[in-house]
């Protein structure tokens, strides 16, 4: 079976520090991965999505950016975190063609 | 550029029914997805619509015209776990992206 992990679960970071939040997939092969935020009680935003290794589209310009170094592995980054990045996290995987898309736990950070 | 509008909020009373509308405005229109969403919990699929009419799946039924760029979410028989938000999601073609909408908070009243 198909299991997506996200860590940490929470973070709290300073402005200025640079962030790197970690998803990886497993059980499936070639998955397109998306990296989403979502802000309180509010919808989800697309930032990156991927359909391959190295593959990276994003969404909205802003200082974050995203890594796709192995077929199940997708990385978001930033170097200098903002107070607007606070937000929910969540990473979300889905084999081409096949209609649902599955979301890990997420990672809740909070920019202080 | 793509857009989805749907209700920000909805109340219902247990054991009723209650639709969810979705409209979207995208190029490259693949399929439209439905969403739930607890609060501190992340989205979890409902259903899925790549043709016109209606998809049933138990208590939840997902409904799409895609000559009108509509769709909705119905669920009957409401259950106070059904408090939740829910979101519809275009699918696109061809690069696979998808857009999700705002969300719709649904209150159940006992």
């Known amino acids: 079976s198909q299991t997506i992990h996200q860590w940490p679960a929470t973070l709290v970071q300073p402005v200025g520090s640079p962030l790197s939040l970690e998803c990886t997939v497993e059980g499936t092969s070639n998955p397109n991965l998306y990296w989403y935020r979502q802000a309180a009680g509010r919808g989800l935003q697309l930032l990156f999505y991927?359909?391959?290794?190295?593959?990276i589209s994003s969404e909205v310009p802003q200082n974050l950016s995203a890594s796709r170094p192995q077929d199940r592995q997708f990385i978001l980054s930033s170097k200098k975190l903002l107070l607007s990045d606070s937000g929910f996290y969540l990473c979300a995987w889905r084999t081409s063609g096949r209609n649902e898309q599955f979301f890990g736990p997420g990672t809740r950070l909070t920019v202080l | 550029g793509q857009s989805l509008e749907q209700p920000s909020e909805v109340t219902a009373v247990e054991g009723a029914i209650v639709q969810i509308n979705c409209t979207y405005q995208?190029?490259?229109?693949?399929?439209l997805s439905w969403y739930q969403q607890h609060d501190g919990g992340a989205p979890t699929f409902l259903s899925y619509n790549a043709l016109d009419g209606l998809e049933e799946t138990g208590r939840f039924s997902s409904f799409l015209s895609r000559s009108d760029s509509y769709g909705y979410l119905l669920l009957q028989e409401l259950q106070m776990k059904d408090s939740a938000s829910y979101f519809c999601?275009?699918?696109?073609?061809?690069?696979?992206?998808?857009?999700f909408g705002k969300g719709t908070r649904l209150h159940i009243l006992p």
């Open positions: 991927s359909v391959g290794i190295g593959q």
């Open positions: 999601a275009v699918t696109r073609d061809p690069d696979d992206k998808i857009i």
């Open positions: 995208t190029s490259g229109f693949y399929g």
